[in-house]
């Protein structure tokens, strides 16, 4: 594994925050409650390797897409086509973009053609907080759980009655407005939120169509739960984003998408020691295509998930969940796909103990696909805690990803004879507290059999096909820690995603994931003030499979600030890309150079 510059300036924050923090003590962190198992734990008792973003933190960061808030996350590199609306890929541990499952509120989100979800559209104005789950889930989940999971929760209401109001104008005409109203009692809760989000944009792709290419989102959330005397909790939730998209192209130039999540859950337990959860829901994907103002094509899918789960406490520190899980995709469109929708089904069973300082977690699932039968994963994991705080774990896990609508069936492209792509992975893991400072490190081995990729010719007719294998190594680092009123948090990533099929790519950096990257970051409060930056640094990538196109590592310092001017109304600033880098991160689309935002935001405590 190659340790390129970028590298370094990662390490020495870590030793810096290091330094600095073996002179002082600090309270102790609150913990963070993740569902990483289907289960509500502490971040501190998860086997897993996950990371929390809450409400508190996206809007400390003002940001501005859900992807501006995964960027820096430990084993995540994010590919983007040029700035707000456009295409944004994931890479989770080095896998395949398709290889994240991605959840809104407990229901599979994505496009069925596609096998990615639309994380440019979906709005950070109607996320309540975000959860990443690094590692194989199939066994809890099933297909596309290869690299891990991202849950994306929409906001929820809270005892009292809230208002929030917030407006924010920034470089290229951008505006943004959001309003929403949220409240509860001790067994009701409801919110309601709207937001819409405006920008000329900029010339992405320079040279090929010397344009503005824009975007505007309109979004909104509603969320409504109930709690009864006997217990029983119902809640129904409802998302809907709909955009307009810009962008360079020969065949086609702009898009209108829509992006919906319709969902709830019923909540009950008979008895004490039996809690059983009903969720259901469905998601839409749909987007119509144009040249200019004439009509090109359109992609419609839609996804249905139902899942019935059974928790069972045993003794003590001892539970088992049972389940059973169905899920149906469905395409339509102007492109005539030979197969046009698939079910699935799947029983699943899992086990957590916590005897002592040992803990255990133990899972499997059978999953029985329409179109590629039996698909049995599982996955287990062990740690224990010494008596010094650390906690050592080893887990292993198993998963596959069912190929994509596009990948079977897309026109001159699609390849009916695709395999299921598989996955064996292994972790080991480090994890802390001492004098101040939370700190892991997280070490994996993933590989990957029958990987679909894309072969093209040299007029690039391209045809996905199933590959040999590919072999990744990581190594993920976090620190987090208070000095002196200042709040430091940095994570490290090195990566070796490579190529292991037999031929001209053997060897070769899989695309558009660089080895290492690292975030920095440093908050102050001052009285009203509150003053922060981010520091956040790529090594290398290549654009293609032979790795014949490089795109250069970058290091970007974006600067917040904000002022309390009265009771619940904030004055908020960001400068993104302080240095002015010029960088991509995807083919021939630049990311912004540097920019700024301004806005007021009205959020009173109580009301």
Not at 575 to 593: A, H, M, V
Request: charged share 20%; hydrophobic share 35%.
């Amino acid at each position: 594994m190659k340790f390129e510059p970028v590298l370094w300036v990662g390490t020495a924050s870590l030793w810096l925050a290091s330094s600095f923090c073996a002179a002082e003590t600090t309270p102790e962190l609150p913990l963070t409650l993740v569902t990483a198992t289907g289960i509500e734990q502490a971040v501190t008792e998860s086997l897993t390797s996950s990371t929390v973003i809450d409400r508190e933190e996206i809007e400390r960061r003002q940001a501005q897409s859900v992807q501006d808030v995964l960027r820096g996350v430990p084993g995540m590199a994010i590919s983007n086509d040029g700035g707000l609306g456009k295409n944004s890929s994931v890479f989770l541990r080095g896998t395949n973009s398709d290889h994240v499952l991605v959840l809104i509120d407990g229901v599979r989100a994505g496009s069925a053609t596609l096998g990615i979800a639309a994380f440019q559209d979906i709005p950070i104005d109607q996320v309540e907080r975000i959860e990443i789950v690094r590692g194989p889930r199939s066994s809890l989940y099933g297909s596309e759980a290869i690299g891990g999971v991202i849950q994306i929760f929409t906001r929820k209401g809270r005892t009292g009655l809230r208002p929030s109001l917030s407006a924010a104008v920034g470089s290229h005409s951008l505006y943004k407005t959001s309003g929403g109203l949220s409240g509860g009692t001790d067994r009701a809760w409801f919110n309601l939120n709207g937001a819409r989000l405006e920008t000329r944009g900029y010339d992405v792709q320079r040279g090929s169509e010397p344009d503005r290419d824009g975007y505007r989102n309109t979004s909104g959330s509603a969320r409504v739960g109930y709690r009864f005397g006997s217990g029983l909790e119902i809640e129904g939730n409802l998302l809907q984003a709909e955009g307009h998209n810009r962008f360079d192209g020969s065949s086609q130039n702009n898009s209108a998408v829509v992006q919906q999540m319709a969902g709830g859950h019923l909540r009950y337990a008979p008895l004490a020691f039996w809690q059983t959860t009903l969720r259901a829901g469905r998601t839409l994907d749909e987007s119509a295509n144009y040249l200019n103002k004439n009509f090109s094509s359109a992609f419609n899918t839609q996804r249905v998930n139902v899942t019935w789960q059974n928790d069972f406490t045993i003794t003590d520190g001892h539970r088992v969940s049972l389940g059973l899980d169905y899920f149906n995709d469905q395409v339509s469109g102007t492109t005539d796909y030979r197969v046009s929708s698939r079910d699935n089904k799947a029983g699943f069973v899992q086990y957590l103990a916590s005897p002592g300082a040992v803990d255990i977690l133990l899972g499997a699932r059978y999953d029985d696909n329409e179109q590629f039968g039996s698909q049995p994963t599982g996955n287990a994991a062990v740690g224990y805690r010494f008596a010094n705080g650390i906690r050592l774990s080893a887990s292993w896990g198993n998963a596959f990803k069912a190929p994509a609508f596009n990948q079977l069936y897309f026109p001159n492209y699609g390849n009916p004879d695709l395999l299921p792509e598989t996955s064996e992975s292994w972790e080991t893991a480090l994890t802390g507290r001492h004098a101040g400072i939370d700190w892991a490190i997280n070490g994996y081995h993933t590989e990957i059999d029958n990987l679909i990729s894309s072969v093209c010719d040299s007029n690039w007719n391209c045809t996905a096909v199933n590959s040999d294998r590919a072999r990744i190594l990581g190594l993920e680092t976090r620190l987090a820690t208070r000095i002196l009123d200042f709040d430091l948090a940095t994570t490290l990533t090195l990566t070796e995603p490579l190529n292991l099929t037999p031929g001209a790519s053997e060897g070769r950096a899989l695309p558009r994931r660089p080895r290492s990257l690292f975030r920095f970051d440093l908050d102050r409060s001052l009285g009203r003030f509150r003053l922060g930056g981010s520091v956040y640094g790529e090594s290398r990538r290549y654009d293609d499979l032979a790795n014949t196109r490089p795109m250069p590592g970058f290091v970007t310092v974006d600067l917040r600030g904000t002022v309390d001017l009265s009771r619940g109304l904030t004055l908020e600033g960001r400068i993104i890309n302080l240095l002015d880098q010029d960088y991509r991160t995807s083919g021939l689309y630049y990311q912004d150079r540097r920019n700024f935002l301004v806005g007021l935001r009205y959020q009173p405590a109580g009301f």
